[in-house]
């Protein structure tokens, strides 16, 4: 009540910067918050296109969640994807952020406009020149294979190679982003400290391994925790390129919420995923807090 | 952590409330009390009497801006020309049309979204299976009362009998394809093979013809492949479906015990036939990832040379031909392989395109769409919509014409073998979205080396029986 009492207070001095905010607030809440409120809500009623319809289940679906091995697939592989995708993609960016830096600013112009073009031009987009690149018969990817002398593989169509197939698409467009982001980390790296390590006779790698990498911390939890964050969302790579299958190998938890709401017509099931995938984000995102805060970045 | 429990009991607490909120949850709106005896009027019957009460009935199609008939006329055009006619037959009548699209795996997310918010269109046209999903949950009208005796009788009753459950009639049929197969008879002329091909009268081959004539013309070397199979998503399962009318004991599903019953010796022997194409290379690679959209060049490459669907590929070469992007080639259709002495093979028919017309709370307007329904399912009117989508009107009193002998004389002759429904005789289950989603799962098993055809068709028997005794 106190705490109320001195909220009431505080937005009664402090009104007009309130007012200011209030725009942002509102849209928050209706777009974000009160979908969110209501899948949660969803997710406790078996419920189909009918809303009016809908029967109370209680924790019904979650119980038949933890029973589908579908579920259980999408989950590992969602996992998966992260544990492959982000660190790929932290790894790439950073040694290609390093390999730019010391370059002109011309030639990092037009580096930076070179690895960010992929993630301009959308999943989807590169979904599609994906398709043609991985097709079984005239594609480039068996076509380069084949020089080597190896069988032509079926991409999309044998596990494992479509979870992988898919990281690829995905590896395309999400590098782009973190390489501006070490490069704008790495321009901010005082020149004075890397020269009185150069005058203390540090190598470039030496230079590289005790000085910027460090100094790029930040940056680096800022890039994992949202690259983390966009692949466990991954969606319309698998819709492009694999559906999900071969018989669920590379479906994700984001994209069998697609299916089991907009082609099954199951929206309670769907929101109960939802609600487990929220549940996931929300702890990494804590734990990615609280190790910030312990690292004290 | 106290931080957390309390974020977790807000956001416990304020779901509540937001469901609390929403509309209650109520039984299933009751059937609108069906008017007597809906005699429907012929369009140009233009009511004379009293004072004719505004009615707007939103109609929405499949399709999407810039779709375009077979002939080029867009879909839009088409269908602004055919209801101004309507509602100047019928004042007091306005028709609120739009194309409402819907992507390759089958969603239809606009009308989705539509039914969820509480105003989907009054009448919807779309596929058979897409329609289903709202039947699913009580959404529809029974139609019964937009058809009269004399024109139901003008259907074919196989494909009446699939737009109902019970005694219902919730989707009015309009056109469907015939899955015949279709053969690029250049290829096997070049090859000198032709000789292998069906011919004349009924263009009917055993499974063992087949087999030869695939042996022959498949060069995987050169890139050209006898024929070709998907399985990565749900979208025209029927294509491989198609391939059970050879083998006549093979039911899909048992209308009479509404189960699933493609893991039957029968159809193991179907399948068992079908993974021998794959095994023998005869086959495009890459089955179990390919859709049917990715399987059109191909063909239009002349890199396969027989496949199912033979009405969509005939329509997709002409335009193709016409614009020219590719070669014009000759090609024929022929039947489905029967396994040797089998009788041939019927055509199949399925997923026709359908009427659905959402529950109505105003007598008046849904007798409005009772006659607008009717006034669209006529003769020509039909006719005119195959003709658009490159398909075959249900009704069999609605013309058919085709300009191409190689198209219509093996139609004919497929028509009288009658035709097969490579689904369902009686109705189609509820929750089929989600049975079409194991089956896309099990086929992609299916096309895989060693695959066990009866550990996978075992396995989604169980899988969509499971789905079907969840139905309401």
Same mark, same amino acid.
């Given at each position: 009540?106190?705490?109320?009492?001195?909220?009431?207070?505080?937005?009664?001095?402090?009104?007009?910067?309130?007012?200011?905010?209030?725009?942002?607030?509102?849209?928050?809440?209706?777009?974000?918050?009160?979908?969110?409120?209501?899948?949660?809500?969803?997710?406790?009623?078996?419920?189909?296109?009918?809303?009016?319809?809908?029967?109370?289940?209680?924790?019904?679906?979650?119980?038949?969640?933890?029973?589908?091995?579908?579920?259980?697939?999408?989950?590992?592989?969602?996992?998966?994807?992260?544990?492959?995708?982000?660190?790929?993609?932290?790894?790439?960016?950073?040694?290609?952020?390093?390999?730019?830096?010391?370059?002109?600013?011309?030639?990092?112009?037009?580096?930076?406009?070179?690895?960010?073009?992929?993630?301009?031009?959308?999943?989807?987009?590169?979904?599609?020149?994906?398709?043609?690149?991985?097709?079984?018969?005239?594609?480039?990817?068996?076509?380069?294979?084949?020089?080597?002398?190896?069988?032509?593989?079926?991409?999309?169509?044998?596990?494992?190679?479509?979870?992988?197939?898919?990281?690829?698409?995905?590896?395309?467009?999400?590098?782009?982003?973190?390489?501006?982001?070490?490069?704008?980390?790495?321009?901010?790296?005082?020149?004075?400290?890397?020269?009185?390590?150069?005058?203390?006779?540090?190598?470039?790698?030496?230079?590289?391994?005790?000085?910027?990498?460090?100094?790029?911390?930040?940056?680096?939890?800022?890039?994992?925790?949202?690259?983390?964050?966009?692949?466990?969302?991954?969606?319309?790579?698998?819709?492009?390129?694999?559906?999900?299958?071969?018989?669920?190998?590379?479906?994700?938890?984001?994209?069998?919420?697609?299916?089991?709401?907009?082609?099954?017509?199951?929206?309670?099931?769907?929101?109960?995923?939802?609600?487990?995938?929220?549940?996931?984000?929300?702890?990494?995102?804590?734990?990615?807090?609280?190790?910030?805060?312990?690292?004290?970045? | 952590?106290?931080?957390?429990?309390?974020?977790?009991?807000?956001? =416990?607490?304020?779901?509540?409330?937001?469901?609390?909120? &929403? %509309?209650? #949850? +109520? $039984? !299933? *709106? =009751?059937?609108?009390?069906?008017?007597?005896?809906?005699? &429907? %009027?012929? #369009? +140009? $019957? !233009? *009511?004379?009497?009293?004072?004719?009460?505004?009615?707007?009935?939103?109609?929405? #199609?499949?399709?999407?801006?810039?779709?375009?008939?077979?002939?080029?006329?867009?879909?839009?055009?088409?269908?602004?020309?055919?209801?101004?006619?309507?509602?100047?037959?019928?004042?007091?009548?306005?028709?609120?049309?739009?194309?409402?699209?819907?992507?390759?795996?089958?969603?239809?997310?606009?009308?989705?979204?539509?039914?969820?918010?509480?105003?989907?269109?009054?009448?919807?046209?779309?596929?058979?299976?897409?329609?289903?999903?709202?039947?699913?949950?009580?959404?529809?009208?029974?139609?019964?009362?937009?058809?009269?005796?004399?024109?139901?009788?003008?259907?074919?009753?196989?494909?009446?009998?699939?737009?109902?459950?019970?005694?219902?009639?919730?989707?009015?049929?309009?056109?469907?394809?015939?899955?015949?197969?279709?053969?690029?008879?250049?290829?096997?002329?070049?090859?000198?093979?032709?000789?292998?091909?069906?011919?004349?009268?009924?263009?009917?081959?055993?499974?063992?013809?087949?087999?030869?004539?695939?042996?022959?013309?498949?060069?995987?070397?050169?890139?050209?492949?006898?024929?070709?199979?998907?399985?990565?998503?749900?979208?025209?399962?029927?294509?491989?479906?198609?391939?059970?009318?050879?083998?006549?004991?093979?039911?899909?599903?048992?209308?009479?015990?509404?189960?699933?019953?493609?893991?039957?010796?029968?159809?193991?022997?179907?399948?068992?036939?079908?993974?021998?194409?794959?095994?023998?290379?005869?086959?495009?690679?890459?089955?179990?990832?390919?859709?049917?959209?990715?399987?059109?060049?191909?063909?239009?490459?002349?890199?396969?040379?027989?496949?199912?669907?033979?009405?969509?590929?005939?329509?997709?070469?002409?335009?193709?031909?016409?614009?020219?992007?590719?070669?014009?080639?000759?090609?024929?259709?022929?039947?489905?392989?029967?396994?040797?002495?089998?009788?041939?093979?019927?055509?199949?028919?399925?997923?026709?395109?359908?009427?659905?017309?959402?529950?109505?709370?105003?007598?008046?307007?849904?007798?409005?769409?009772?006659?607008?329904?009717?006034?669209?399912?006529?003769?020509?009117?039909?006719?005119?919509?195959?003709?658009?989508?490159?398909?075959?009107?249900?009704?069999?009193?609605?013309?058919?014409?085709?300009?191409?002998?190689?198209?219509?004389?093996?139609?004919?002759?497929?028509?009288?073998?009658?035709?097969?429904?490579?689904?369902?005789?009686?109705?189609?289950?509820?929750?089929?979205?989600?049975?079409?989603?194991?089956?896309?799962?099990?086929?992609?098993?299916?096309?895989?080396?060693?695959?066990?055809?009866?550990?996978?068709?075992?396995?989604?028997?169980?899988?969509?029986?499971?789905?079907?005794?969840?139905?309401?």
């Amino acid at each position: 009540m106190t705490n109320i009492k001195t909220l009431a207070k505080e937005i009664r001095r402090g009104w007009t910067g309130y007012l200011f905010i209030a725009p942002g607030y509102l849209a928050f809440i209706a777009f974000m918050l009160l979908p969110i409120l209501f899948a949660i809500s969803l997710s406790f009623y078996k419920v189909s296109f009918n809303l009016e319809a809908r029967q109370f289940a209680g924790f019904g679906q979650y119980a038949i969640l933890f029973k589908d091995p579908i579920f259980k697939q999408a989950l590992l592989n969602t996992i998966n994807y992260t544990l492959v995708i982000v660190p790929a993609t932290i790894f790439i960016s950073l040694v290609v952020a390093l390999l730019i830096d010391p370059l002109g600013p011309r030639s990092q112009s037009f580096f930076r406009g070179a690895f960010y073009l992929p993630g301009v031009a959308g999943g989807v987009v590169l979904s599609v020149v994906y398709l043609w690149i991985f097709n079984p018969t005239y594609g480039l990817m068996n076509y380069l294979l084949g020089l080597f002398g190896i069988k032509p593989i079926l991409w999309l169509a044998t596990a494992p190679y479509s979870f992988w197939a898919v990281c690829l698409v995905v590896l395309t467009f999400t590098i782009g982003q973190p390489i501006i982001l070490f490069l704008a980390g790495l321009a901010g790296i005082s020149q004075d400290m890397l020269d009185a390590a150069t005058v203390d006779g540090a190598s470039d790698l030496q230079r590289t391994f005790y000085i910027r990498l460090p100094m790029l911390r930040p940056v680096l939890l800022f890039v994992l925790a949202t690259q983390t964050i966009q692949v466990f969302q991954l969606w319309e790579v698998i819709f492009m390129v694999t559906g999900g299958g071969p018989f669920n190998s590379s479906t994700s938890l984001v994209y069998l919420i697609y299916q089991t709401a907009f082609i099954g017509g199951n929206y309670g099931k769907a929101s109960a995923i939802g609600v487990v995938l929220m549940v996931i984000i929300m702890i990494f995102t804590l734990a990615q807090l609280k190790f910030w805060k312990q690292t004290d970045v | 952590m106290k931080k957390l429990t309390f974020l977790f009991a807000t956001l =416990a607490i304020l779901s509540i409330l937001l469901a609390s909120c &929403a %509309p209650q #949850a +109520t $039984e !299933a *709106p =009751a059937v609108v009390e069906e008017p007597a005896e809906a005699e &429907a %009027p012929a #369009a +140009t $019957e !233009a *009511p004379t009497e009293a004072p004719v009460k505004e009615i707007t009935i939103t109609y929405w #199609a499949f399709g999407s801006e810039g779709s375009a008939m077979a002939d080029g006329t867009l879909w839009t055009d088409w269908y602004a020309k055919i209801f101004d006619e309507y509602e100047a037959a019928h004042p007091g009548i306005t028709i609120d049309f739009a194309l409402k699209g819907y992507d390759a795996s089958g969603s239809t997310l606009v009308v989705d979204t539509a039914v969820a918010a509480g105003t989907p269109p009054d009448v919807y046209f779309d596929t058979k299976f897409r329609v289903k999903k709202y039947q699913d949950t009580q959404l529809l009208e029974d139609l019964t009362p937009a058809l009269t005796a004399d024109d139901i009788a003008t259907y074919d009753p196989v494909s009446i009998e699939g737009s109902k459950s019970g005694d219902m009639m919730w989707s009015i049929p309009a056109d469907g394809g015939y899955w015949n197969m279709i053969v690029n008879k250049s290829l096997f002329e070049k090859a000198g093979k032709a000789d292998l091909l069906p011919q004349a009268p009924d263009y009917s081959w055993t499974t063992e013809e087949f087999m030869a004539a695939c042996d022959a013309i498949n060069d995987p070397a050169n890139g050209v492949y006898c024929t070709a199979f998907f399985a990565g998503s749900t979208s025209m399962d029927s294509a491989t479906n198609q391939w059970l009318a050879g083998f006549p004991e093979c039911k899909f599903f048992d209308a009479a015990s509404t189960q699933y019953t493609v893991n039957s010796p029968a159809c193991v022997e179907a399948f068992t036939f079908m993974h021998t194409i794959y095994e023998n290379g005869y086959m495009v690679p890459g089955a179990a990832g390919l859709i049917d959209d990715t399987t059109d060049p191909y063909w239009l490459s002349q890199q396969v040379a027989v496949l199912g669907q033979g009405n969509w590929y005939d329509s997709i070469t002409k335009k193709s031909a016409g614009e020219g992007a590719i070669e014009a080639f000759d090609y024929i259709f022929v039947q489905f392989p029967n396994k040797p002495g089998e009788p041939v093979t019927p055509a199949g028919m399925s997923n026709p395109d359908v009427w659905g017309v959402f529950k109505q709370s105003d007598p008046d307007k849904l007798q409005a769409v009772y006659e607008l329904i009717n006034y669209m399912q006529q003769p020509e009117m039909v006719s005119a919509i195959a003709a658009g989508w490159g398909k075959i009107p249900v009704r069999t009193d609605a013309a058919f014409e085709s300009d191409d002998p190689a198209v219509a004389e093996p139609l004919a002759a497929a028509r009288k073998f009658g035709a097969y429904d490579p689904y369902f005789v009686n109705g189609v289950p509820c929750n089929y979205n989600d049975v079409r989603q194991a089956w896309a799962e099990a086929r992609q098993a299916f096309w895989q080396d060693d695959a066990d055809v009866q550990a996978i068709l075992d396995g989604f028997v169980e899988r969509a029986n499971g789905i079907v005794t969840s139905c309401p």
